[in-house]
């Protein structure tokens, strides 16, 4: 590495070249990417609590916070407050037990937990990279930290290349339609991103929908975007008004449309919002972007409204818009979003890795929302399997049953986000289900296997409550058939492999 490479780690980490050096060490000594976190420890500052607390608290994260399966932290601060009830001890604050966890030496809490050797490569999914950890990845830091100023360093090939190989596994699993948000553009990479993502589905024959994506405010105004990735407001809204021109096709079974989908409230000028929303309805095209992912207090703290309020105050909300996320919305803000008729793209898997809240889907359903599915980027899971993402998201609102106010929708439910749902999000009515008069959009699966012994009395339950855990036997779009037998018809799979391995080589890490 050279000592230009380091100077650019230093400017887009935003430290010094010194810290930039330290961290390179690190990592060469350690090994892993929790190498890299801030070991700072020890009880300075920590409200003191008698030793019989103390020990309760110590012993609960070791026995079972400290593990592969470790808990959420909501479930830690429950056993730990429990076990300190039971014995006649008043028990700890959230905040109390939270600081004692932190204390913990990180090494330790990496090795516990099986963390392997970091595999120094990047996988592509949806447009952007993926940095493993062995078999246990994690977030070690918060994500735009270490991820986006990789981004900001990936060509229009490895764009291409990434999104073929996301549409490749998504058309394995039996998905026909694909909506993606790209909102990375490095500006050494230029403005065809979008153009080359319509590239690669078009060579699949998979049905797509481009979510133009972008980002107008710098970080020296509170961005979490590295200011190469930076376009203004007219270079969004040009891009995305040449887009529509160009591919946007309204007509019923049309297999490419453009989404007008800013990045979120958080890192664009409202300006952005507001005449993203004009575009959008003036060439009547649907809206999208991200809300309720962490941001709410920034935004509430920027505008004085957390971010469902102020998106509909911008007149981003409606009938023709869907946000992605929402796991930190109330539920006042949920149905505010229902009665606009404002939809949801639920992405359940992000969960694993990320730890964030799992998404009150049942609130959701509850309150009349529109959801759809999704597998979310690469940032944060590690496939684009949306048939897995249907298991998971019914599995994970099991797990949370017993704490919800509302039931959990019956395994169907969760098979009609994956199709109708996210067709309608979609603004689509030609597609998300098997009729007369829809698109022939399909794909069959064998169930003559021992996988499936006892389940084909329910076959709509299949996959929400038993799960696939192999690729489809025949993905048919449009009425025709682009993967059966294993094989992408008419296609080399071991030489896209090859291609996009070779293109995302060329990454610098």
Not at 158 to 179: D, N, R
Not at 283 to 309: F, K
Request: charged content about 25%.
């Amino acid at each position: 590495m050279t000592t230009a490479d380091v100077t650019l780690l230093a400017t887009e980490l935003e430290t010094s070249r010194a810290t930039a050096y330290r961290l390179i060490k690190l990592f060469r000594t350690g090994g892993t990417v929790m190498s890299l976190v801030d070991r700072k420890r020890g009880p300075e500052g920590h409200r003191a609590l008698d030793d019989r607390r103390e020990e309760i608290i110590r012993t609960t994260i070791n026995r079972y916070y400290l593990t592969r399966n470790r808990p959420a932290l909501s479930q830690l601060v429950r056993d730990v407050q429990t076990n300190c009830m039971s014995v006649g001890l008043k028990p700890p604050h959230r905040r109390t037990i939270k600081a004692r966890l932190e204390d913990i030496d990180l090494q330790k809490r990496a090795k516990r937990r099986g963390e392997t050797e970091i595999m120094k490569q990047t996988q592509a999914v949806p447009a952007l990279p993926i940095l493993l950890s062995g078999s246990n990845a994690r977030p070690v830091a918060r994500p735009e930290r270490l991820i986006y100023p990789i981004f900001s360093r990936l060509t229009e090939d490895c764009f291409y290349h990434a999104s073929l190989t996301a549409m490749a596994e998504l058309v394995k699993h039996g998905c026909t339609t694909a909506f993606d948000h790209q909102y990375c553009f490095p500006q050494h990479a230029g403005k065809r991103l979008i153009d080359r993502q319509f590239e690669a589905a078009d060579l699949l024959g998979m049905r797509f929908h481009a979510g133009r994506g972008g980002n107008t405010l710098p970080k020296s105004e509170g961005s979490t975007i590295p200011d190469a990735m930076l376009e203004t407001t007219d270079e969004f809204i040009a891009d995305c008004a040449r887009l529509i021109d160009t591919y946007h096709d309204a007509d019923p079974f049309s297999m490419r449309q453009v989404v007008v989908a800013p990045c979120q409230p958080v890192n664009c000028y409202r300006e952005t919002f507001v005449e993203s929303a004009a575009l959008a309805r003036d060439r009547g095209v649907q809206l999208h972007t991200h809300v309720g992912e962490g941001e709410s207090p920034v935004v509430e703290a920027r505008h004085g409204m957390r971010t469902v309020d102020y998106c509909a105050e911008l007149g981003f909300a409606g009938p023709d818009t869907f946000y992605a996320h929402c796991w930190e919305l109330t539920h006042d803000e949920l149905r505010t979003m229902a009665a606009s008729g404002t939809g949801v793209a639920h992405c359940p898997e992000p969960v694993y890795l990320v730890g964030a809240e799992v998404t009150d889907i049942p609130a959701m359903s509850a309150f009349g929302l529109r959801v759809g599915l999704g597998c979310d980027g690469a940032a944060s899971n590690d496939n684009s399997n949306l048939m897995h993402c249907v298991h998971s998201a019914y599995m994970l609102q099991c797990l949370k049953a017993s704490t919800r106010a509302h039931p959990v929708p019956p395994p169907v439910d969760f098979l009609d986000y994956a199709t109708a749902g996210g067709a309608a999000l979609l603004g689509r009515r030609d597609i998300g289900r098997l009729a007369r008069g829809m698109a022939a959009d399909l794909f069959a699966i064998d169930t003559r296997r021992m996988d499936f012994v006892g389940t084909r009395h329910d076959p709509l339950s299949l996959i929400a409550k038993v799960g696939i855990g192999m690729p489809t036997d025949m993905t048919m779009i449009n009425g025709r058939i682009v993967w059966a037998r294993g094989e992408f018809i008419g296609l080399d799979e071991a030489r896209l492999f090859a291609e996009a391995e070779a293109a995302l080589a060329t990454v610098e890490l």
